[in-house]
């Protein structure tokens, strides 16, 4: 199965700071990546499809970008409501399992 | 409005069955693959089983692949989760997910419910 690294595990920020995760695929799939957000009891959001489109109704500073092994999740400027767990997920790897990410937890510094 | 809501949830023991739904409103079902992913208690999420829009795919995780059966029922805009043997391991909130691209079996998921929790233990 394809497995999907994703870094920092966690990380402490402050609100207005731009914050950066990262998520590296064991083999190559595209642009076939997605990025989501959930809150604690709550649903995942689908924030990011196809590695850098933005689901609609998802605020424009949350980006994200690359292909092939290397992707990036990208939140300009932190808001409030933004702290949360992050998780990427691929989804080229049929008949192969779809995996997640282990998940970055987003906290207040 | 869009909804998945599922059902079927509980406290199992150990090597027993449990059979989850996931009923679906607001699109139009059959044009769209739909997923199982689980999240056991203080973990990241997990797929666990998907199948396309006119159930002629199907893909199960290695951890579940011959214990769990899923199925859907486009008739009654309802998706299906079969658990046999089931192991304490298998303990986890279960989601049931809509696929984003049309009669696509692999994309990402725009739409989930809010759970329904299954513990295995004796």
């Known amino acids: 199965a394809i497995q999907l690294t994703q870094s920092p595990s966690s990380l402490s920020a402050s609100v207005g700071d731009r914050v950066t995760i990262t998520c590296r695929a064991s083999?190559?799939?595209?642009?076939?990546l997605a990025w989501y957000q959930q809150k604690p009891g709550k649903a995942p959001k689908l924030l990011i499809y196809?590695?850098?489109s933005l689901e609609s109704g998802v605020p424009s500073r949350f980006s994200g970008s690359g292909s092939g092994t290397d992707f990036t999740l990208t939140i300009s400027s932190l808001q409030p409501e933004d702290f949360a767990t992050y998780y990427c997920?691929?989804?080229?790897?049929?008949?192969?399992?779809?995996?997640f990410g282990g998940g970055t937890k987003v906290e207040i510094k | 409005e869009v909804q998945l809501v599922e059902s079927g949830g509980g406290l199992v023991q150990p090597g027993r069955s449990l059979r989850l739904s996931c009923a679906a409103s607001?699109?139009?079902?059959?044009?769209?693959?739909m997923h199982w992913v689980r999240q056991a208690p203080g973990k990241g999420l997990e797929w666990v089983s998907g199948?396309?829009?006119?159930?002629?795919?199907?893909g199960y995780a290695d951890s579940v692949k011959g214990r769990f059966t899923i199925s859907r029922d486009n008739a009654k805009n309802s998706l299906y989760l079969q658990m046999n043997s089931l192991r304490a391991e298998d303990t986890a909130l279960y989601y049931c997910?809509?696929?984003?691209?049309?009669?696509?079996?692999?994309?990402?998921?725009?739409?989930w419910g809010q759970g329904t929790m299954v513990t295995v233990s004796s």
């Open positions: 196809d590695a850098s």
């Open positions: 199948i396309s829009w006119n159930s002629g795919s199907i």
């Open positions: 997920q691929q989804f080229n790897s049929y008949p192969q399992p779809l995996t």
């Open positions: 607001g699109f139009t079902f059959d044009d769209y693959a």
């Open positions: 997910a809509k696929v984003f691209g049309y009669q696509l079996l692999f994309h990402a998921f725009d739409i």
């Open positions: 083999q190559g799939i595209s642009s076939a």
